[in-house]
């Protein structure tokens, strides 16, 4: 059968996906990958990645979301031909190169990201309300409750999850869209528009293809839509819907970005834009002044909110599809009662991330976006390996969604994600620290791996599991 370009989905019956729960709707799965993709620290990188480069950091987005379409691809192609397993890493991977690199890339991908990445956004949030509320609220209590109150609802089942998404992922978007139109389409006075005076409006950058060092920075951005996978169960028609959900989702992101940060291009100095910690509040004030304090706490909250909900909703489900493997322990399959949650994984997912946050500096907050995003790399390269081998080892297994051009995007991908993990540290003073962190977190999982894998399975390492 002939793939087609724009989504690649076979004429294939509808994959069984009957549930006593109320499948999650195509809203609802927007609202999950652009939830988990736009967070504060994407906020920022945009308006600096514009404030560098000014249109050749378009170009870099641009590029940045061809490297995501190839990693949709991959993860649509991989999700669909085992449905049943709750769209985990874990599985593909087994089935394609083994269990230990199929626990390694889980928690490395995800469970570390998790670790590092939540947490950083919960220093933000409270770096955010200590910024708009000075001497009001208590240091890092809030985001906290946030954390905690996000977990006991998210046990409660996907029915509560997917109105509290909604509600935050679509609030993110109005407040968002509603701050980039009136920077864009408003006219600042004389001394702003001085002051924003000097953005590179130049298409050098583009012409002698010196965009591409840019796209390192604009990849954060279009990382995480892959979310959706693990709520594959709960979603009707996921052959269709799946696949639509994350080139929608990366296209909508891609827009929201670019009329963002030409909109902060007309109020914001290039000085904000590259030292600011939270560029995106000097912009909500620089438009709409003390008013636009509960625009800005809508848009840090939401965007936060919207992340740690989807994560929560999302991780606890790759480790109870591990469970089922045997790839850990037991206990994290475990299902609550009423809900049919993965209550278990959900309070350790919590914790693990409550760690880091309560222990970290705000200062080392970039060490942690940095060394999340890295970790986080490893899992898509891991995916693309997949598909490929997969391709050769399994070929009579049905894909409703083949990827388009076969292997050109995996080959694009796996080229792409080794360029933005050789070039993610800002500063080479800081990529000795960064590689030496995740190095360390990365060593520590490889180990339990090996021991698991070999004393707990008792399988080999690299010992592909290609039953069907």
Known sequence: MVDTVTTGLEDSKPLDCSSAKPPIGFRTMIAICVGC?????AMASALLGFGIGGLSFIAAMALALVFAFCNAMSFSELSLMYPSSSGTLATYTQKAIGHFPAIVSVFAGYVVVAMFGLSAE???VDALLQTLFPGILP????????LLGLATLNILGTDVFAKLQNLFTFAMIAAILLVGATALLDTPNATVSQVAAGMNWGFD?????SFIALTALAMWMFVGCEFICPMIKDIRQPERRVPRAMFLSLIIIFVLFVLFCLGASRYLSLDIMTTSPLPYLDLVDGVFGKAGLVIATVMGLTATCSTVNTVLA????????????????????KMHSRFDTPWIGIIFLAFVVAIPFLLVKPDHIILLLIGASTSWILAYIVAHINVIVLRVRSPSVKRPYRTPLY???????????????????????MTTTVYTLLGAVLGTVSVIAIFWVKLKMKKGLFEADLTD
């Open 407 to 429: 292997p050109i995007p995996q080959i694009i991908g796996i080229l792409g994600m080794g360029y933005i993990a050789m070039n993610a540290s800002p500063a080479p003073e």
């Open 205 to 209: 950058g583009i012409t002698d293809g």
């Open 139 to 146: 240091e890092r209590v809030i985001p906290l409750v946030l």
């Open 37 to 41: 993709v736009v967070v504060q620290g």
């Open 122 to 124: 919960l220093i933000l």
């Open 314 to 333: 999302s991780v606890p489900r790759m480790l109870s599809g591990m469970a089922e493997n045997g790839q850990v322990f037991s206990i994290m399959g």
